[in-house]
């Protein structure tokens, strides 16, 4: 079950990174989305990248050129599905269109093709009758800016076969990825499970007034010796994933409603995070980076 | 109300950390223990201190030498307590105690004396009456190895003086803290509001076996970039420590109830973290400070 032909199903923000990573570290990549218009997008994401692994990862003008020359874009399933021995999906966080996705591929591929959602928010167990191979089915998440935050957290459902947790564990370490197994369906995997209280908890601290954000990140990055704090994290995450998150989760806590009410004042106010260039913090330079700021 | 004699009371880990960290920043101290055992105890404490200020602090002979020139040693109460500017309460955290130390000090203290107290678990409200002077009463708490970890929470409870607050902001800078202000009485302050929960969370996704201690803190210190992952942080803290502040919390919980199991069987078999040299890793060189284990 070696895996070097592999379709990512959907061009957004992660899709892309998906796509550029695995042909980056000689993969061949297709990548499929729903129409022209979307694929266009796509490959506009794509090319973005370029300048980030210069950047980052040193990347020489030949790498990516050989990281394009094994990338191929397509909205046709039978292209995309036809022949590979993995997918990869990301598409939109709806379960009615991942039903229909599954439902679509599992009519296309190959015997041999393992299907993998990099979804957040969903576990394989509620996806896997829909794609025809339950045992060949399992979740790959991976991190914003996949080459640096580069986990890739592999968690099957009850049916997944052992050798497929295997071949996708190679997998990740073939694309430059530390492979994170989660052994049983965990909402969130391991870094939500971490990531998502931890926030909100900070969160809870600011809008409860008990201590004012830049005081609580100070506190983290000096006693975590972390090199950034809980509210610099939520504006990078985005203040309106972070509101819908710990909305979901805290919406009928009555303790979080004052935080809840602060968030919502901070976003129409048009304080979006690292996005709209202020959040808690404002960009670029914010406080957090400046030298002084843990004197 | 500027703050320059001090008495630090009690001379365990903690304290004798506060003494030393005072010392050594220019301010007079009074280190007071209830007995010449327990003062012996502190001044070994304080002594052995010398090395990681050396080490940590490229502390000279002379900047030592300085630093136990300011420091006394005494057990009795009148000297320790009657003419100083600031007592730091780091005695052991059981309530009768603090309640008759905090009754027997009121009535030696000077009028102008500030009395904070460095305990974790209480908050200054439990104890606000028995000071005397409940106005000049707050919580000052340091992080172990206050001298890298140097944040100074600083909590009052609803009655202490705003200009009390303000003292020891200006004190924490002194002595070469980061003023951490709590602005509402807060079980944990910021920084174990924060840590408790998140170190928690962590040993969960074990006591379930959803994922194993080494790929939970590579998942931590890769997507955040963190120098040491929640099992590293507890294995710090000491498993025993850590079992009992998650019965307290958690000890009702059927949730953790394998955790709980879990974290006690470790112990039974002698894995108390640092301090044992061995727990979720062992010590010295624990894998988790490895060049390659993050490959």
Chains 1, 2 share one sequence.
Do not use: C
Not at 249 to 269: E, S
Not at 277 to 292: E, V
């Amino acid at each position: 079950m070696s895996i070097q032909k592999v379709t990512v199903a959907g061009g957004g923000t992660l899709g892309s990174q998906i796509a550029y990573q695995t042909a980056y570290t000689g993969k061949t990549v297709i990548v499929y989305d729903i129409n022209d218009g979307a694929l266009s997008a796509a490959k506009t994401r794509i090319n973005d990248l370029d300048a980030a692994y210069q950047q980052d990862m040193h990347a020489t003008q030949a790498d990516i050129d050989e990281t394009h020359s094994r990338l191929t874009y397509t909205s046709d399933p039978h292209s995309a599905f036809g022949d590979v021995d993995l997918v990869i999906e990301a598409i939109p966080e709806v379960p009615a269109i991942k039903t229909n996705f599954y439902e679509l591929i599992s009519g296309i591929a190959d015997a041999r093709t393992i299907f993998a959602s990099n979804s957040s928010t969903y576990l394989p167990s509620q996806f896997a009758d829909k794609t025809g191979r339950p045992s060949q089915f399992a979740n790959l998440h991976f991190a914003n800016q996949i080459w640096k935050h580069n986990t890739a957290e592999i968690m099957g459902h009850a049916g997944t076969d052992a050798a497929v947790i295997t071949a996708l564990t190679t997998f990740a370490r073939d694309i430059a990825m530390v492979p994170i197994v989660v052994r049983k369906e965990q909402p969130g995997y391991v870094l939500n499970s971490l990531l998502t209280p931890f926030l909100e908890n900070a969160a809870y601290l600011w809008g409860e007034d008990i201590a004012d954000p830049q005081t609580v990140d100070k506190t983290w990055m000096i006693d975590g010796g972390a090199p950034m704090g809980p509210f610099a994290t939520i504006d990078l995450v985005g203040l309106r994933t972070f509101l819908n998150i710990t909305k979901d989760r805290q919406g009928d806590n009555p303790a979080f409603k004052n935080t809840l009410a602060k968030v919502q004042q901070m976003i129409d106010d048009g304080k979006l995070g690292l996005e709209s260039g202020k959040g808690f913090y404002t960009y670029p330079d914010p406080a957090y980076q400046q030298k002084d700021f843990l004197a």
